[in-house]
Structure formats: structure tokens, C-alpha cells
Nanobody, 123 residues
Framework: QEQLVESGGGLVQPGGSLRLSCDAS????????RAWFRQAPGKEREVVSA????????YYADSVKGRYIVSRDNAKNTVYLQLNNLRPEDTANYYC????????????????WGQGTQVTVSS
């Protein structure tokens, strides 16, 4: 089954760090832009970061700018999201998606998604 696979979530204290991974090895075509989204209970899903196929261009939501870093290793078919200086409001299920549309900012459309990985920030 073609899908993306996220990993790396967990429970961390405020100020801590995590590194999320999004593996696209199960897709037959994986040289696409990709994005990370998050959704907290009772809230809408939001795009937090995106990266082009080459990794040369990226996007960050204002809420994570300066704290999160997106990168990719095309040899491993993997996109990463480094989460630093985490806050309780970062608590959410984090998903990645292969993008079929991206305006370079926060307008995106994904076609393949992962199941998500839970990030919980709490003391």
C-alpha cells in the first residue's frame, strides 16, 4: 500500500526537542515537495512547514519559525522536521504529505498522507 510513514514523536518537556521523520519509500513516485501538518484536538489541521524537492526552498508557519527546521535526504526518501524549544501549544498529531500543489506559502494540497506521529509537550 502506498503511504508515507512518520516516526519520532513522543512526550517531551517544555523547551525540549524532537526529530520527526517522514519516510516515502513505499511510494512509487517520491520526488515531490512535501509538507508537515499538525492537528490538535478540537482544532483545524494546519501546515507547519514545507520543503521543495531539492530542499532549497522551505516554508514555516509563523508559530514555529525560528524553532523548527525542515530538511530532506532524497537518497533515503525521507523528510525530517527538527522541533526545538517545544511549547505546550505544540502538542498535536503531526502528519506529512506528498504535495501535488503548493504556492510556496501555506496553500497546499496533498495526495498521499501518513498516519501521523503524536507530539506531547508537558511537564
Amino acid at each position: 500500500q502506498e503511504q508515507l510513514v512518520e516516526s519520532g514523536g513522543g512526550l517531551v518537556q517544555p523547551g525540549g526537542s524532537l526529530r520527526l521523520s517522514c519516510d516515502a519509500s513505499k511510494l512509487t513516485q517520491n520526488y515531490y515537495a512535501r509538507a508537515w501538518f499538525r492537528q490538535a484536538p478540537g482544532k483545524e489541521r494546519e501546515v507547519v512547514s514545507a520543503i521543495t524537492t531539492t530542499g532549497l526552498n522551505t516554508y514555516y508557519a509563523d508559530s514555529v519559525k525560528g524553532r523548527y527546521i525542515v530538511s530532506r535526504d532524497n537518497a533515503k526518501n525521507t523528510v525530517y522536521l527538527q522541533l526545538n524549544n517545544l511549547r505546550p501549544e505544540d502538542t498535536a498529531n503531526y502528519y506529512c504529505a506528498r504535495l501535488v500543489f503548493w504556492d510556496g506559502k501555506n496553500r497546499t494540497r496533498g495526495d498521499y498522507w501518513g498516519q501521523g506521529t503524536q507530539v506531547t509537550v508537558s511537564s
